[in-house]
């Protein structure tokens, strides 16, 4: 891994975070966090190093890093008393919210091993993971609101390379994993930034495109799938890249191919089949299937995870609804890699999606200034959790229905059907 | 490093560090920090575990670390802007005053590379080094006042075995460091917390002798040292343990040789030459003097590292008088190992060692109660600094001088003089 050639794409990554993804502003901060894991694992380091030299070349102030240790919440789900779990620990929260309040840059380094936390009890989890989320909503909020310029990218753990590649030695799995995340955010190519203007700019034609039809809904048909999906009236549809509340332009994920809106979250009817498997507070969700009724989820199966996924709907009643649609074609080139990541980060870029929880104010229009009433009524959806999952294949078909019921294709077999 | 006796001993060194120095209390939460790293170094993991296991299975409510990183320090230090190396991020500070407040108990776990800064600038090195010292001053002083059960103690880290050990194996340098912490904490013994206890009550048969004697100075002689330092009235011996405001009896450091209490902070007169190098701030002090007026430090001189020693007693004006005098003998097992750990935890348990900077009130008899104001016209020393550095060796005499100027010997040739 740590051969030359892995070190100058490491750097040229590193360089596509902080211009990119953060477009980090001389004179601001940087932190460098994961709040999936109260920090940043150790195994990041040698990226986070590169990100903080890039950063400083930038004209960053200060490089500031929370870590993490996913090991310490496995020793404590298996260790400590039962009604421990939901005490928390504050500085992370106060921390965090210092940081968004200074306008500092904020950037989330994922890489967590997928089945941490399969084999513990689920009650145990859920309690676990509920207690974060409640206590970390203040930051989620902050950050799903774009107070300041944020990015989410990976950075290959040893357990998520192996889940994602068992039948390679460790060594190979991790090196396979690199080059697939230096693909996936074009480190490999000569001049990564200008890809990713070049690609940006794609993207924005396809949500024009959306964003100007204002289809009332969307209608997925696929095999065990007939799901028709309101969209509120002044949806917006969202890609590569917003301005902050602190002024700057951001791209919030890298990689990134989707364009994504919210749903109406008072309409969704009919039952949605993933089309991948979900990663969820260290378990994996297989073989599932959603029905909603009038927005509301009132039916979950699942052949593997099937009490995780119920913990994660019973968070709270924003849980049981949907807060994203996200449209991404079956040719993106991390759905050509043909791999499965069981990373949201990855799996996301690579299938059609939905989220489960929270809607981002800024898909709806006048959404950021609205009272969480407002944002309701209006069809925005509110909770403390936001999880995506896959619903798109070569089998998908999405037909945008008009105000006055007529259809129109938007997807064929998981591909665009119009050109924009 | 992973045998099975090496987890065997790290098991017990762990359950040490839980039940004797920090003698958590069952419904305590516990912290693991570093404040000159702003958190626990990543290769300390597998220590942090196994006091996370130990502390749940004694009751702990909740194992709260926070991590740091060198390499981020340095990358710093070489990469930011000159007039940035002073910004500080304030949540080290709010989360660890959460966490005192709470009485939560805090564990620091040392084992940093003593040369990590050593090749940049001093200029800068001080500036970085000021700015922490300054912010962390108030946790500083509640953990010097013992506001909780609170505890130093080391894990090997791979630059920190390599300075001891140069001639060994990075894996071998390694190997032989965890064996001298095992043997210092007495974790390689059957039954460690009763080879503690038994440490523990003869120690404190050594302060209780001091105790009764109320010397009012101690004169040291010694190649290149002849120094009378004044004990204020009312100064108290202490050793192995003492109550923190939370009411737990503790140990503050693992392992501990010493009887310490305060000198007066205005008489200090002659000079005194260190015997072991000392690691300050990622740099190296070597073969330094210092010679003392009415308590001020007039002179400093060292062979290497002679700004950085300046530097240090530049912090403030209480970094320029002594705040702590302690005794040690060479028969210490420290001493008796041989080595040089270039590493104060250690250093400073193999030989009679003084302190530049701040006095702890609790040396002082109803210190804790004085402003600082009364405490420094008792005698007592306030800095924002605490430095320790090694003055006794095979050739150290120190006489105990009372009232009426008669003499009493307290060591000859680095050993007790008296027994107890």
Redesign the interface.
């Known amino acids: 891994m740590a051969s030359t050639k892995h070190q100058q794409l490491l750097k040229k990554y590193a360089d596509v975070i902080v211009k990119v993804g953060l477009n980090l502003r001389k004179g601001q901060?940087l932190v460098i966090s994961n709040s999936r894991t109260r920090?940043v694992l150790?195994h990041a380091?040698p990226l986070?190093?590169e990100v903080?030299?890039s950063a400083?070349?930038a004209?960053?102030?200060?490089?500031?890093?929370?870590?993490?240790?996913e090991?310490?919440i496995r020793?404590?789900l298996q260790?400590?008393?039962r009604d421990?779990l939901s005490?928390y620990?504050?500085?992370?929260v106060?921390?965090?919210m210092?940081?968004l309040e200074r306008g500092d840059a904020f950037l989330t380094i994922v890489g967590e091993n997928p089945d941490l936390l399969s084999d513990l009890n689920p009650d145990a989890v859920a309690a676990w993971q509920k207690a974060h989320l409640e206590n970390f909503k203040v930051v989620g909020e902050a950050l799903s609101n774009n107070k300041v310029n944020w990015c989410v990218v990976a950075s290959v753990g040893p357990e998520w390379a192996k889940k994602v590649f068992p039948k390679l030695s460790a060594e190979k799995a991790q090196a396979k994993l690199w080059d697939e995340i230096f693909r996936a955010t074009r480190s490999d190519q000569p001049n990564p930034v200008r890809a990713w203007k070049e690609h940006a700019r794609k993207l924005k034609l396809r949500a024009a495109y959306m964003q100007a039809k204002q289809f009332s809904a969307l209608h997925y048909t696929a095999p065990g799938t007939d799901l028709t999906l309101g969209l509120p009236r002044g949806h917006k549809w969202i890609t590569a890249g917003s301005p902050a509340a602190n002024g700057v332009d951001f791209i919030p994920n890298l990689p990134t191919e989707e364009i994504f809106t919210l749903p109406d979250r008072s309409h969704v009817d009919g039952t949605v089949t993933a089309t991948l498997p979900l990663s969820y507070s260290g378990s994996l969700i297989e073989n599932f299937s959603v029905t909603f009724e009038k927005g509301r989820i009132v039916k979950v199966s699942a052949k593997k995870g099937e009490k995780t996924l119920k913990k994660l709907i019973e968070t709270d009643e924003g849980a049981k609804r949907l807060g994203e649609v996200a449209l991404v074609p079956v040719s993106s080139p991390i759905a050509k890699s043909g791999h499965l990541f069981y990373n949201t980060l990855f799996d996301e870029n690579a299938s059609c999606h939905l989220a489960i929880g929270h809607a981002y104010r800024f898909t709806l229009e006048g959404g950021e200034a609205m009272s969480e009433d407002e944002f309701m009524k209006s069809g925005g959806n509110a909770s403390i959790t936001h999880v995506d999952f896959m619903v798109g294949s070569s089998k998908t078909d999405i037909d945008g229905i008009r105000e006055d019921g007529s259809a129109e294709p938007v997807m064929r077999q998981g591909e665009w059907a119009f050109k924009a």
């Open positions: 901060r920090g150790a380091a986070v190093h903080a030299r400083y070349a004209g960053a102030r200060y490089v500031d890093v929370i870590w993490g240790d090991e310490l020793i404590r260790n400590a008393a421990s005490e620990s504050k500085w992370h106060t921390g965090a210092d940081i």
